[in-house]
């Protein structure tokens, strides 16, 4: 006989995990169905996000960042030190040893919180009914009251360069490199291509970024994003925008090599390289999820059609995460997740779409959240600019680390926050405090008069705000745009 549940939620990212531990907690019967398995066949939850996702990327991030610092930066502390060398695999295994213990942490979330996780991959056969199939190929089937689809995304492939997981790879692949490559070529400047492209870089790959789009990181406010092209320049990183790659030949032999042909404004051109990174995005996964007599409705992109609410066509079915519209960044999902299992029980719970911050883990960081100059512009909103440079911040210079500024906007006529803009040291968790100060509608003003502790890099979002309105104390940048 079918399992019965109240909720069964499909995957066990970050929108799912948080959804399923929300509606148990909430006292709903539920089920976590997860496809996933570990190299020894074992079901591993945390979906993208834990197992080759935010949690290893950033791992990876923050040895390299370690490394670099020793080889080049300890210097103008007094510290000398001789020989820096770098073992790869012991960091690819320090990272493997992180997202265990995470992984391992969500079975333990679900057995705290009473979610029946069930190792599996799931199909939605009717609008209360999941079948679920096992890696050995056993079936039993589910009933749900209500049925959330969590299934996230998977790495988009690009036609002229075939994925072969060992010198093309995506971005799951580039986590797993037991050596640094001499020759590192990159496909998308996007957030993985530039995150994944610094690693190596720091390592000491030569590293090549072909991007097709002529802009660097059209979503940035373009002043950020000039900043951060000059730098990551600097760091290494040879970004060739405007470049289309039309093809590419594996080379023989055990290490083969892989020539890639592309064409920017100057004509067709040839580079090799060592090891090939295609991240040029990634599309909803959905594939074999969903019978057609179900009905679910999906757009043009391949995403599941949902409301604000993340109810599909079909009442009883929700879907969070990746698979649907809007960016694809775990805290979306997660927030979803939550909302979802709340509004379960008739909450009044919301997302806030015009807020969900955004990071690039590069160093310095790159973060923002709300709207940008650009986007201001065009939608015709007077406002005024109020920016201020880690140079001249006490702490950053402290440490050595003072690249870059924090930028903030405000109406011109009510003073409202409406984005900021930051790219510098630990941008991500200076952000945060513009996004909770955002979620209360603050002013320029409001932020303006706290007080911010000294020494500290939250002090240049102090002074980014008193900028605004023209009483920057150490002399931050005002601007009036009408
Ligand atoms: P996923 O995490 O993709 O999880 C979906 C789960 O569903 C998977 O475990 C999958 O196996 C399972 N599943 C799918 N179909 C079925 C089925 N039929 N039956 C059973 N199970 C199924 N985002 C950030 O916010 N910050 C970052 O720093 C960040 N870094 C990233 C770095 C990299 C290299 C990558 C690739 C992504 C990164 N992201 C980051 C994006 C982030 O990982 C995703 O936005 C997030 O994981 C999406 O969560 P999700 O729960 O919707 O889907
Ligand atoms: P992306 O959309 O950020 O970047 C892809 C880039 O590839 C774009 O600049 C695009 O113009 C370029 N591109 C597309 N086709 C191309 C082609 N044929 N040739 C050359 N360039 C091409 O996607 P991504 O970097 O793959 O990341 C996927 C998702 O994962 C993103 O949506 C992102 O939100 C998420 N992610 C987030 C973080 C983070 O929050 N720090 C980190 C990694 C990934």
Not at 439 to 453: C, K, N, P, Y
Not at 470 to 477: D, E, P, S, V
Request: hydrophobic residues 45%; contains cysteine.
């Amino acid at each position: 006989m079918a399992k019965q549940y109240e909720v069964v939620v499909i995957g066990s990212g970050p929108a799912g995990y948080v959804a399923a531990i929300r509606c148990a907690q909430l006292g709903l019967k539920t089920a976590c169905i997860e496809k996933w398995l570990n190299k020894k066949n074992q079901t591993v939850y945390g979906g993208t996000c834990l197992n080759v996702g935010c949690i290893p990327s950033k791992a990876l991030l923050d040895s390299s960042h370690k490394y670099l610092e020793a080889q080049q930066h300890l210097d103008v502390h007094g510290i000398k030190v001789t020989k820096v060398a770098m073992d790869v695999a012991l960091m690819i295994a320090r990272k493997d040893k992180i997202v265990g213990q995470l992984t391992q942490g969500i079975k333990g979330l679900f057995s705290a919180n009473k979610v029946d996780g069930i190792g599996g991959t799931a199909r939605i056969v009717a609008a209360n009914k999941v079948l679920v199939t096992d890696a050995e190929g056993a079936e039993q089937e589910l009933t749900a009251d209500k049925i959330i689809i969590a299934a996230g995304s998977v790495p988009t492939d690009i036609p002229p360069t075939p994925v072969d997981g060992d010198t093309i790879v995506d971005s799951t692949g580039a986590l797993e490199f037991q050596e640094t490559p001499k020759r590192l070529g990159v496909i998308g400047a996007g957030i993985i291509g530039l995150e994944l492209g610094s690693v190596w870089a720091r390592l000491g790959s030569e590293v090549t970024v072909l991007e097709a789009l002529d802009e660097f990181l059209p979503a940035v406010d373009r002043q950020l994003a000039k900043e951060a092209l000059k730098m990551l320049t600097r760091q290494g990183l040879n970004i060739k925008l405007g470049a289309r790659v039309t093809g590419s030949k594996l080379g023989k032999g055990a290490r083969k090599t892989v020539a890639v042909e592309f064409t920017t404004a100057d004509g067709e051109q040839k580079a090799q390289f060592d090891k090939l990174i295609v991240a040029v995005g990634r599309r909803p996964y959905t594939d074999a999820l969903i019978d057609d007599a179900v009905g679910i409705e999906l757009d043009d992109h391949g995403f599941i059609k949902v409301d604000d609410q993340c109810v599909t066509n079909i009442a009883n079915i929700y879907a969070v995460g990746d698979v649907v519209r809007g960016p694809m960044l775990a805290h979306k999902g997660m927030e979803e997740g939550v909302m979802v299992a709340e509004r379960l029980l008739d909450k009044k719970t919301q997302v806030n779409y015009a807020l969900v911050p955004s990071v690039i883990y590069t160093h310095p960081e790159i973060a923002w959240v709300g709207k940008n100059e650009e986007e201001l512009k065009a939608e015709n909103v007077e406002y005024n600019v109020g920016s201020f440079p880690f140079a001249i911040n006490g702490r950053a210079l402290a440490a050595n680390d003072s690249e870059g500024m924090v930028k903030l906007l405000a109406d011109a006529s009510t003073d409202r926050i409406l984005g900021c803009h930051i790219i510098g040291p630990s941008a991500a968790d200076l952000l945060q405090q513009l996004v909770i100060a955002m979620e209360f509608s603050a002013s320029a003003e409001d932020i303006g008069l706290t007080m911010f502790s000294h020494p500290a890099l939250s002090e240049a979002v102090h002074e980014a705000a008193l900028a605004v309105n023209g009483h920057a104390i150490h002399i931050g940048n005002r601007r009036k745009r009408k």
